[in-house]
């Protein structure tokens, strides 16, 4: 049974830092690139991060670039995102993805002084 447990999410003020993970289980994950979406309240699903099967390439939105670190463990079968100065623009629910099929259920981020 395929499953993406996200964790890590919580109530941060502007500036503070997160680290989220997705345990995977069910598939082969070195055989997959991950990346991290979020979606914000009334917003579209927006992909923050991308990293390749071996980790050897990652990429970033533009609205995250520098801010964000995505990582991976293939030996504990997680992925990471780091997050930091985080802005209340931050805050979504975010979700991880293992390649283009399957889906974890999000953990919320709210950002707030």
């Known amino acids: 049974q395929v499953q993406l447990v996200e964790s890590g999410g919580g109530l941060v003020q502007p500036g503070g830092s997160l680290r989220l993970s997705c345990a995977a289980s069910?598939?082969?994950?070195?055989?997959?690139?991950m990346r991290w979406y979020r979606q914000a309240p009334g917003k579209e699903r927006e992909l923050v991060a991308h990293?390749?099967?071996?980790?050897?390439?990652?990429s970033y939105a533009d609205s995250v670039k520098g801010r964000f670190t995505i990582s991976r463990d293939n030996t504990k079968n997680t992925v990471f995102l780091q997050m930091n100065s985080l802005k209340p623009e931050d805050t979504a629910v975010y979700y991880c993805?293992?390649?283009?099929?399957?889906w974890g259920k999000g953990t919320l981020v709210t950002v707030s002084s």
């Open positions: 993805r293992a390649g283009l099929r399957y």
């Open positions: 990293i390749s099967d071996i980790g050897g390439s990652t």
């Open positions: 069910g598939f082969t994950f070195s055989a997959y690139f």
